[in-house]
């Protein structure tokens, strides 16, 4: 064998090498997809997991003992965490009840199976509304920022408790090296359409923002980072996932207005949108957060750096 060839043959090997076997929970909701193709066009073999038909593996991550069967004899070198009982937009803070339930008991029942598949990392999908909701300010939070403080009232500490849970799991859970990746707000394919028919039939009302901003990140440029947080996360780390440009609320909406041409959200004083609790509560935050260790340690950074950029990517060109 000559020189080259042997380099070529290592080559070889190390790429080989990173291939893995991966099992994604949610690999058929809105981020799950994506992350799916992500993970598929780097070289992983991926197997969803889910109560949907399309999925490689059929189960309910709230039935422990139907999800420890279902994995039974399968192995898998990654597991991720991307599952959510969402179907649109959360409005109220009941909305939120199941998706509470999945970070909590389903991630418990996740890891066990995780074990038993012999997987050796388990990354989760998080979000920075983690660090608490309300104002923080202009200084933008890293992940040293003490993450899943006690929320204000009874409600938010349910849905931040949920969130902490699900980090602790992740990190915690001896022979599995735990990475989070704390998301901003999605946007982009499969999730900004939701938004169209509501913008056209001017039945998305909005506040003004006052200055409130939040992160957001693409759905694509999400998966990335999942992809990234697989290959080269560090055991034990969260990572902060959002593009360069926070934006309030009511400026994301009227960006998607404009970027579709349709007419911009009605302004409503934000006490109207109490009863809507949960959205009450995002759009009266004030959150920016960096992204500077999923650069540094990941590699990774937004190919959208901004709302308009990412939308735009969506609009068809001959519009």
């Known amino acids: 064998m000559t020189t080259i060839q042997k380099d070529q043959k290592d080559q070889k090997d190390h790429r080989d090498q990173k291939k893995q076997s991966i099992l994604l929970a949610g690999a058929s909701g809105v981020l799950g997809r994506h992350v ?74 996740l890891v066990e199976a995780a074990r038993l598949t012999g997987a050796r990392r388990f990354v989760v999908e998080s979000m920075v509304f983690g660090y608490g909701f309300g104002d923080h300010g202009d200084r933008p939070l890293t992940e040293d920022t003490p993450f899943g403080p006690r929320g204000r009232t009874a409600r938010l500490e349910r849905h931040i408790a949920a969130m902490r849970t699900k980090e602790r799991l992740a990190f915690d859970s001896e022979g599995l090296e ?50 990234a947080a697989v290959e080269r996360g560090r055991p034990g780390r969260a990572y902060n996932i959002a593009d360069g440009t926070p934006l309030g609320f009511r400026a ?30 995002v759009m009266a935050s004030r959150l920016r957060v960096s992204s500077a260790r999923a650069d540094h340690e990941l590699g990774w950074t937004p190919r959208y750096p901004s709302t308009r950029e990412g939308l735009d990517a969506m609009v068809p060109a001959d519009r």
Do not use: C
Not at 62 to 80: C, E, K, Q, S, Y
């Open 252 to 281: 994301h909406v009227e960006t998607v207005a404009m970027a579709f041409g349709l007419p911009k959200p009605m302004t409503v004083p934000l006490w109207l949108m109490r009863p809507m609790s949960y959205a009450h509560t």
């Open 178 to 227: 735990g990475v989070a990746l704390r998301f901003g707000l999605f946007y982009g394919p499969g999730g900004t359409e939701a938004l169209l028919p509501l913008l056209r039939k001017r039945q998305l009302p909005m506040p003004a923002d006052h200055g409130r901003v939040l992160p957001w990140v693409e759905l694509t440029d999400a998966a990335r980072a999942v992809a």
């Open 36 to 109: 799916a193709h992500a993970l598929t066009g780097a070289g992983h073999k991926v197997t969803g997991l889910g109560r949907g038909p399309d999925n490689g593996v059929r189960a309910d991550l709230g039935d422990r003992d139907a999800l420890l069967r279902a994995i039974d004899g399968r192995h898998f070198d990654t597991v991720i965490h991307a599952a959510t009982a969402l179907r649109k937009p959360p409005v109220r803070d009941r909305d939120m009840y199941a998706t509470d339930a999945l970070r909590t008991e389903g991630t418990a029942h």
